[in-house]
């Protein structure tokens, strides 16, 4: 959808967005204006709060533990952010999709200063592997100590909350300076693994990166634009393989059971209840939190060290400062129990009704369910002070709507399948080297376009072409197993597999396939040196070397699959080079010398540090 809207005109939206976050970070230090709007005096401003003319109504005040709230006009800086900024963005990310909020975010424009700059990474993201493999142990971290200090200091605290802004924002740029890319994002953001949460396999109105052309530009894919030419390209460095900005589908089906995500999808849902639960734990009520008053308490820090826990009309002596993560922490353990509990036990019930159930498939449901319950949990209160104060015909149309987005979203995401994505994928592979062909198919099709088949006519279309000869398949074959290879859709060790189906349709042999891998090897030998960073050197090459000599094998030693491929080289098909088995075994050697020494440095390294320790000792 957005994906769509050229780079210069969300240039643009994000520097407006970016000048009124400054703005608002800038009235958290500085504000002498917008206390008049909340003035319950002031019958001309929407924003005017009616609480503060009750807070000396003994019945209708706000108490937090027993006693009145006192309340006065306040600026509106806090109640800005926390009323209206944080639930658009959670509305956005499931509505829209995570690829319009990616390229409206203002902390990620902030964060590409250094690219702006024309500033290299200095650090190679991948090198760092234990913060690609436990990135969501930290996002999450982060998440929960973000919303530990919510409530216990900057909820109203404007200075507290406007530094934690600014060092969130420095925080961004060293990270991007560092390493470069949407490093940021991906790895450390907090509201990262937000995103991941509500946006599933796609938001309700994504766009579907398996459905554009070739080396397009997808979704929130990095992007600039050129100054000669003024058309935009891609700015990607490769930074995180499934990328979610490249193709939000692709990494939410690889990343499903990555170390983390089981624990941030069930704990986040604990978060959500959690957060809302300690508000009357902590006041003993609930008005407390529906009114508002939070964002605007005088002497926040005061509180940290009186009782956290108010319960049936007595204060319990555990300080606020131990007791909100404790709460929020017993809330993510339950939840995650609850979710690994609820995980099992549909498990079985869909086995026993499909014993050939696929656990992913089952996981998927079961995360998507708890999507959706975390969504409908959030606006119960994200944002519901605000909303309190409208209409009630207008309450009652925004939950309407509330409920109608989150049950199309579940609708949608229920049944998807990481096999009917892989099969979509390659269907539009399929459909544009069908088109290829110089073949009439509105005879064939009765009037209707390659572009109006789903993904199984298309697949059943290209069993049954008639007059197609085995040198058109195979080139059908060979141009989906390139584009694939060169969208990284798999890896190339695994390619005769992820292909195995098509290669049945298009009646081709596994021979057929090393031929093609070969023949891509040797046309286009940089296609497979981009799966380094993903892929060790040492397989990589072991996959190159391993598809010439299974080409050079069925060449040599079945004579069915000569004759066949025989066919095939009479038709036009480049034979493989002889030279490239030495170059394959060559580049084998050397990732295995290389490995090699690394091991010897390995092993020598403690001795030389003895031996200069010794020295050091004898002097």
Known sequence: MISQVSEKKMHFIRWVLVVGWLLLIFSLFYDPISHHLSDPNNLVSPFRDRVISLAEVPTR?????????????????????????????????LLFGHETWRRICPLYFLSQIP?????????????????????????????????????????SARVFFGCFLLFTILSAITIVFLYGGRSWCHYVCPFGVVQMIFTGPRGLLDSQAHKTQPRSITQSMCRTVDS????????????????????????????????????????????????????YLYAGNFNYYFSGAWTHEEDQLATLLKPGFYILDKSIPIPKLVAVPLTLAFFVGMFYLIGNKSEKAFFSYLRRRNPKIDRQQVLHRVFSLFTFVAFNTFFIYGGRPEILRLPFLLQLIFNALIILISTLWLDRTWDRSEEEYNKESLAYKLRRQLKKLSFNFSQLLQGRSLDELNSHELYLLASVLPNATRQEYYRIY???????????????????????????????????????????????????????????????????????????????????????????????????????????????KRVRDKKQRNKNDSQVLPTKIKDISDRNDRK
């Open 228 to 279: 000669k030419t003024s058309q935009e390209k891609s700015a990607c460095i490769n930074c995180k393989s499934a990328c979610l900005d490249i193709d939000a589908e692709k990494a939410y089906w690889q990343d499903l059971t990555k170390p983390g995500r089981r624990f941030v999808q069930y704990g986040y849902l604990g978060l959500v209840s959690g957060y809302l639960i300690y508000y």
């Open 61 to 93: 005040c706000v108490k937090v533990q027993g006693e009145c709230l006192k309340e006065t006009p306040y600026p509106m800086g806090t109640r800005i952010f926390w009323g209206m900024v944080v639930p658009s963005a959670i509305m956005i990310v």
């Open 478 to 588: 060979k141009g989906i197993l390139e584009e694939a290879l060169s969208e990284k859709r798999f890896k190339p060790d695994i390619s005769k597999e992820a292909l195995q189906q098509l290669r049945q349709k298009l009646q081709l042999q596994d021979e057929e396939h090393d031929c093609a891998l070969a023949e891509i090897i040797q046309e286009k030998p940089n296609l497979l040196n981009s799966f380094t960073s993903t892929n060790s050197g040492l397989s990589l090459a072991r996959t190159k070397l391993r598809a010439v000599r299974n080409n050079h094998g069925s060449l040599r030693d079945s004579a069915m699959e000569e004759q066949s491929l025989l066919g095939l080289r009479q038709s036009g098909i480049k034979p493989i080079q002889k030279n490239y088995l030495p170059q394959a075994s060559t580049q084998i």
């Open 115 to 155: 690219r702006a700059l024309g500033l290299q990474p200095r650090l190679n993201i991948h090198q760092n592997r234990w913060l690609v493999n436990n990135h969501l142990y930290l996002q999450f971290a982060l998440l929960f100590i973000g919303l530990n200090c919510r409530i216990l200091f900057i909820n």
